[in-house]
């Protein structure tokens, strides 16, 4: 798998997840694949991984992992709580 293609089905995937999960304080009409942007990629060997994210404020990202020697992807989505700076 290419890289272009291993971030269309990412964005298609993150748009897919926001709209049958979305908060009811969310956008009201749902997001599309065009929506999502890419924050971070990565391809080593025959895998991808690739943090995506939302313009909706609501504090969610999304890393995608594709396994190459299993062809299977995975996705984990997080909630940022709290941005906490500490003094060195």
Same mark, same amino acid.
């Given at each position: 798998?290419?890289?272009?293609?291993?971030?269309?089905?990412?964005?298609?995937? /993150? $748009?897919? =997840?926001?709209?049958?999960?979305?908060?009811?304080?969310?956008? $009201?009409?749902?997001?599309?694949?065009?929506? /999502?942007? !890419? /924050?971070?990629?990565?391809?080593?060997?025959?895998?991808?991984? $690739?943090?995506?994210?939302?313009? !909706?404020?609501?504090?969610?990202?999304?890393?995608?992992?594709?396994?190459?020697?299993?062809?299977?992807? =995975?996705?984990? $989505?997080?909630?940022?709580?709290?941005? /906490?700076?500490?003094?060195?």
């Amino acid at each position: 798998m290419g890289s272009k293609e291993f971030l269309d089905i990412c964005r298609e995937k /993150v $748009a897919g =997840y926001f709209n049958s999960n979305k908060d009811k304080t969310d956008r $009201a009409e749902g997001l599309s694949k065009d929506d /999502v942007f !890419v /924050v971070w990629y990565c391809k080593t060997l025959q895998n991808h991984k $690739a943090l995506l994210s939302t313009p !909706v404020s609501d504090g969610m990202y999304y890393e995608l992992t594709y396994n190459g020697n299993k062809n299977e992807l =995975y996705m984990d $989505a997080y909630k940022k709580w709290e941005n /906490v700076k500490f003094d060195l």
